[in-house]
């Protein structure tokens, strides 16, 4: 539909149809997100300006569910068309927010030291897994079912723009601190999304009116208070022993826990059984997804003969999936 311009001169009215500006400029999604991203660090700028004013928070949960829950995700997948792979194409690289959040841990403001490289999939383990767990795509309201899986290879939620930024920011002004976020996210690091461990530290974040300067303080000793009386296996105890660091070592640290795991599933994934294991992985993250009211579309993702009744899955620091406890 075209736009009408009129211009007004005096008495004489001219009428022009003229294409809206962004006619033949089409590009392709990738230029979309860079706009979609700028805009979102507008909005938080803004957002966390206003919180902070008045040097009180109000509502502290509200800003730090951003690190210890998922608010929102996006959703990631190989770069390659799923119709092109064959038993003997090269590695497929699975979307690196799969393994971890490598927006938050690998870039700045932490920028962890990691040296190791993601984990490759052989081609042959990803089309065996189309059969084997029989991939398609379907639409229940139109009938509609293709075998096979999405446009792109190995769709997945990973981490969102939304919360990241708001932890980053939050980093900017000083509000946390480096460590503090880097010590909440290793809790379960291998969990990028719908983590039930790191959401559980969100009961020692507080509901009421915390003055700026004070909150991660009060937060982090209300964690190792707990974690006193609790297991070093439970939630607070490995935020607590990530947060015993010396500030100088805590990103070396982190950085070798990382590239133990990334080394450990760079392994397992060449095998049958350990790729056929991150994907129920997978399935179990999108079956997450498909409960949000972010999933709007059937076809967005794929189906599979994985059952919903089947127990959430997560990732251990050694790279084998497990059953949540």
Known sequence: MLDEQVDVVGHDVERHDLPPPFVGQLSGAENLELTVRAIVNRWTA???????????????????????????????????QSSTITPTSADLPLPAGFWLNTDLLLGAPLALPVTAGLPL??????????????????????GFSRPGDTFFAFVT??????DNDVVRQLIQLGIIS???????LMVDFTDPVFSADRAQLMAYVFTTPTPTAALADRITQAILSAAAKLP???????????????????????????????????????????????VRLAESRRREFKAMRLNEFELTLPVTNILASEPRLTMRQDATVAPQS
């Open 232 to 278: 070093a296996t439970s939630p607070e105890g490995r935020f607590a022993a990530a947060w015993a660091q010396a500030d100088t070592d805590w990103p070396a640290a982190f950085a070798q826990r990382i590239d133990a795991y990334l080394t450990a599933a760079a392994a397992r994934i060449r095998t049958r059984d350990g790729f056929f294991g991150y």
């Open 121 to 142: 999939a052989p081609a042959a383990h990803y089309i065996d897994s189309l059969t084997a767990f029989d991939f398609r795509l379907e639409e229940k309201a139109s």
């Open 178 to 184: 480096a460590k503090f976020a880097a010590c909440t």
């Open 46 to 80: 803004a957002r966390l300006a206003a919180l902070t004013a008045t040097g009180t928070i109000e509502h502290p949960d509200r800003l730090l569910r951003h690190l210890f829950a998922t608010t929102s995700v996006n959703l990631a997948s190989t770069a390659t």
């Open 157 to 162: 939620p990973e981490a969102a723009h939304e």
